[in-house]
């Protein structure tokens, strides 16, 4: 078999190497081993600003930042003859820095490698691929709308707190902020000034806490605050002491004056859990404990919370198996007019659960699950069309009488409330002046503006309107006015004191007194004995509603009584 013979025709001129070495367009500088600069091309003098003399009067690190420790690697991987590539930033005479891709090669010389080349090329790539680098880690790291660390950022620095943790740092701490209820801002607002709250949310946050730990968004309204060097519970409680009342402060979004308030949960390490997902499902546990004890509170984790976290889901499933197994039932209670005969005026909706195992349940018993799942939207509207059908059949039998029907928050703010309830209503047959919307005193003062303008729009239909559980919250004269309702409901917790307290029975009589003046009728709820009902009376309350008159009943036996009366 004949051999390949390979003839060389590489030159070897020296004056062929020293065309090359001025001819190519990269930058070049020889170095000895010292690092010194020996040798630099022309490409070299025109990328620095530096002539050809003032090059080899210097060294590689009056030329790169930070090049020590790579210059030492270079001319260790020389030794070994091999080449190594990397990237820095090059120095001009200027002093500017230029983002440059550097090649180290190792010239042979003899049996050692006598020099190494630095081969250097201006990369102007590189500055955009930094831009592009720096753009990613900013999408992967930061929230696109805050600009807050998002959850992945905030993970990273949990783990590593915690595998730094040691005994001179007694605890790290997690503090889960949500924002209480912001579907109702955002519903309000519109999803555009509900990011703009957001913003303002976590500005406020960042300036508060400064340097005492990391604030981030995990998503939606959830913000989280780290603090890894933590001395112990008491500064975190100072904290979110500190949180509470910072954000109870109002807030301006162009033009509107908005205030909130958050809940937060907090979790310590080691003491709460010893990992990071331990302490964040934690920190959330006793985030929603706080929501479930009122909102604009913080707890910190303990065992116990866990039960009613599960048993709260397990209802949340329950209703939802309840709703397509139609397990709810509705009661009706009779409205009464304050005059001879009591005659019914109107009838109130009450929904109840026909649980299989447990019996009857009232809707405390599954109304704040249903509101916290957002099963009470398909919940109300099932109630509204249903009770609607029966008052049809019930009006055309015992005359006009008004429906009432509880709103819940979630379906006030619904932009459709008043088309849903038009359409219901006329579907089954009703005017829109047959419906009497209640809605809770705090739900009306939560968003008090907004409140106004649903007031209004359901007016304009021709629905009326009750402001329930009064007394409880803190209307002022000008809202009561502006809302321009038709009835208020004393709350039954004060005519229950009719007779024992002195202040209920000036708080009743302060009532009815004010509502008259603004030319509202007064409704007491939860009437149960005659000393209650002649002191009303008595006051000049208009309507009377309880077990002493009629409890809550089913259709029927409201049929029975509807009869009776007429």
Known sequence: MASTVYVSTWPTDPRAFESLFEA??????ALDRAGRVVAANAAASQLTGYSREELLALDISQLAQDSIQFVSDALAAAERREASV??????????????????TI???????????????EEAHYLTEMRRTRAHMRTLAYYDSLTGLPNRIFFQERLRDSLEHATGQVPCVALMFLDVDRFKDINDTLGHALGDRFLQLVGERLVLLVKNRGIVARLGGDEFVVLVS????????????????????????????????TTSIGIALYPDHGRTDQALIKNADIAMYHAKEQGRNAYFFYDESLDAPIRSRLAQEQQLRGALKREEFVLQYQPIFQVSDGNPVVAIEALIRWNHPTLGMLPPDAFIPAAEASGLIVPMGEWVERTAAACMREWQERFGFMVLAINISARQFHQRDLCERLVSIVTEAGLTPQAIEVEITESMALFDAEYAVETIHALKRIGTQIAIDDFGTGHSSLNYLRRFNADHIKIDRSFVAGIGG??????????????GHSLGLKIIAEGVETGEQYDFLRAQGCDLVQGNLFAPPVDPQQLEILLAGKR
């Not at 190792?106 to 250097?120: C, E, M, N």
């Not at 307290?501 to 004010?514: G, H, K, S």
């Open 24 to 29: 190519t367009p990269s930058a070049i500088f």
């Open 501 to 514: 307290a002195v202040t209920d029975d000036t708080i009743v009589t302060a009532i009815v007194a004010m």
């Open 86 to 103: 990397a990237e820095m930033d090059l120095l001009r005479q200027d002093g500017s820095a230029v983002p440059v891709q550097v090649t």
């Open 229 to 260: 060097r933590c001395s112990g519970g008491e500064e975190v409680r100072e904290l979110a002491e500190e949180l509470l009342a910072s954000a109870e402060q109002s807030y301006r979004i162009e033009g509107y004056e908005q205030f909130i």
């Open 106 to 120: 190792p010239i042979l010389d003899g049996k050692h490698s006598g020099y190494v080349f630095f081969r250097v």
